[in-house]
Nanobody
Framework: QLQPVESGGGLVQPGGSLRLSCAAS????????IGWLRQAPGKEREGVSC????????DYADSVKGRFTISRDNAKNTVYLQMNSLKPEDTAIYYC???????????????????????WGQGTQVTVSS
């Protein structure tokens, strides 16, 4: 089995917070760039954030910059996405994706030729609604 496992989604009111977790299953996260993608009904898949193997480099979509924070704890084989000031437009299924280096974390990381070559989790639903 080679897949990330997401958790932490749920229903939250606008302005609220959630923390998503991405835990490794069948592989060790420290040699993967990890990212989060989201898919909402009627919208194209969107790259949300990624983090380098060491955690020193991060990237965020403009739509979430300043509100979301990605981090990783390689000792726990887990990556986190802290989501604050949530908006209804953040409603989506969030997928954790692990891609082996050398693909660097950055704005181009979310390209299909990169992320579709990686390992995807099952997704976790985030719903932001009053």
């Amino acid at each position: 089995q080679l897949q990330p496992v997401e958790s932490g989604g749920g229903l939250v009111q606008p302005g609220g917070s959630l923390r998503l977790s991405c835990a490794a299953s069948g592989f060790t996260l420290d040699y993967y760039v990890i990212g989060w993608l989201r898919q909402a009904p009627g919208k194209e898949r969107e790259g949300v954030s990624c983090i380098s193997r060491s955690g020193s480099t991060t990237d965020y979509a403009d739509s979430v910059k300043g509100r979301f924070t990605i981090s990783r704890d390689n000792a726990k084989n887990t990556v986190y996405l802290q989501m604050n000031s949530l908006k209804p437009e953040d409603t989506a299924i969030y997928y954790c994706v692990a891609v082996p280096a050398p693909a660097p974390c950055g704005s181009s990381w979310y390209a299909p030729e990169n992320i579709l070559s990686g390992s995807w989790g099952q997704g976790t639903q985030v719903t932001v609604s009053s």
